[in-house]
């Protein structure tokens, strides 16, 4: 079984992704739990919002350091 995070919620994949603790769908955005808020409509972090010339960025979601990777 793999496993994995999701805006800091601990998932699990058993055939398709669930939430670890609820064993729900992580189809349905849960907020980060180190900000609080749910990812953009665009689906940048909230925190972090966009950020031109990156090429990924995140905001560790409490769970690591933040990330941010820029084309140069």
Do not use: F
């Amino acid at each position: 079984m793999a496993n994995g995070y999701q805006s800091g919620h601990k998932i699990i994949y058993n055939g398709y992704w669930l939430y670890a603790d609820a064993m729900t769908s992580i189809s349905v955005a849960r907020p980060c739990v180190r900000c609080g808020k749910l990812p953009t409509k665009e689906g940048y972090d909230a925190c972090l919002g966009h950020i031109e010339g990156a090429l990924s960025a995140c905001c560790g979601h409490g769970v690591h350091a933040p990330i941010l990777i820029m084309e140069d």
